[in-house]
């Protein structure tokens, strides 16, 4: 009897499930990496999405059935993963650097409608300062040295091999001469017989002080009986004097320090202040050569401009033995009375 009743109600069954039963739907990408293609990677093409597949009948409502699994595994392994950048190799190779120089701006650039520009020429480089100056000095003492060597060659021809053999002695000169090392100092002094009878000093500013020791052997070891202190126009230890000289060496200040004039002095008067004070020292430190008569100690001066009127260029004599009036040294100097010693009453 039961059997009967449960055949008639399974049509309705059937019916309930179908009406009922929805159907589950997997939702993927809109937009999907396209997977490489078979012939070029040799890939297998890519399973159908989860969607075309049939949900099984009697599961719950959102959740995917078994035979959409596999599908969707199927989809996230045909999935290609994120290759690195692939590095394209230029298609023109490179040219070769210029040879020319590309400093300088190309001879065949010119504005539009111009005439074609010049290359542009570089000048060459001047030599620096102290180059110039190397080779100006080199040339300056090149032509000092053979100015030299002319002059000598034309002394020998002037003078007899017996002449020259004297000078080569130099056993008894007659003369101590103690000039400016200044051009100017000695000029005029030297020539002919003269030269083979002066024993000659040289020093800044014609004094006793700096070369006190070849003064001494001048007079007291060639026994020389004259001694002459010779000063000049426009000498410059003169004028260096006069002024301030404190930025010179020490050296220089040291010899300056000697000469014993007034500040502000001009260079003729101060020159022959400064040869009355030599004159003075050198007649105190030979006191007894003096006294005895064996030496007469003298003071000049050249006088290229003609300040102390008696011609331009003239050696003139301004002190005898410490008499520097002008008249005196004249008759002094008439009379040859070149030992006549004022202080002594001689």
């Known amino acids: 009897m039961m059997l009967p009743l449960l055949l008639?109600?399974?049509p309705a069954w059937a019916d309930d499930a179908s009406g009922n039963q929805v159907q589950q739907v997997i939702k993927l990408p809109l937009k999907l990496n396209k997977p490489p293609q078979a012939a070029e990677h040799g890939a297998a093409p890519a399973a159908k999405p989860a969607a075309e597949a049939k949900p099984a009948e009697g599961k719950p409502e959102g959740k995917p059935t078994e035979a959409a699994k596999p599908a969707a595994e199927a989809v996230k392994k045909a999935e290609p993963a994120k290759a690195a950048p692939e590095k394209m190799e230029p298609g023109v190779p490179m040219a070769k650097p210029p040879t020319r120089d590309l400093s300088q701006p190309s001879p065949e650039v010119r504005a539009p409608g111009g005439k074609p520009r010049a290359a542009h020429r570089v000048k060459p480089r001047r030599p620096a300062k102290h180059v110039e100056k190397a080779a100006g000095e080199a040339g300056?003492?090149?032509?000092v040295v053979g100015s030299i060597l002319k002059a000598n060659s034309a002394y020998i021809a002037k003078h007899s091999p017996g002449y020259l053999a004297k000078l080569g002695?130099?056993?008894?000169?007659?003369a101590t001469v103690v000039a400016c090392s200044s051009p100017g100092g000695n000029v005029g002094m030297l020539g002919g017989e003269a030269d083979a009878d002066l024993f000659v000093i040289s020093n800044l500013g014609n004094q006793l002080a700096s070369s006190e020791g070849s003064i001494e052997y001048g007079v007291r070891d060639l026994r020389t009986p004259l001694l002459m202190?010779?000063?000049?126009t426009g000498c410059g230890a003169i004028k260096a004097a006069a002024g301030d000289y404190s930025n010179l060496g020490p050296a220089v200040q040291k010899e300056l320090d000697n000469i014993e004039i007034p500040k502000g002095i001009d260079a003729t008067n101060g020159a022959l202040i400064n040869i009355n004070n030599q004159v003075e020292g050198a007649i105190l430190k030979f006191s007894g050569e003096v006294e005895a008569g064996r030496l007469a100690v003298l003071g000049g001066y050249y006088d290229f401009n003609n300040d102390l009127k008696q011609g331009r260029g003239k050696l003139v004599i301004t002190n005898i033995n410490g008499e520097t009036d002008p008249a005196r040294i004249r008759e002094l100097t008439r009379s040859g009375r070149y030992f006549h010693y004022g202080f002594m009453g001689r």
Do not use: D, Y
């Open 8 to 10: 008639s109600l399974q």
């Open 140 to 143: 300056q003492v090149k032509g």
């Open 169 to 174: 002695g130099r056993a008894a000169p007659r």
């Open 229 to 232: 202190f010779v000063s000049h």
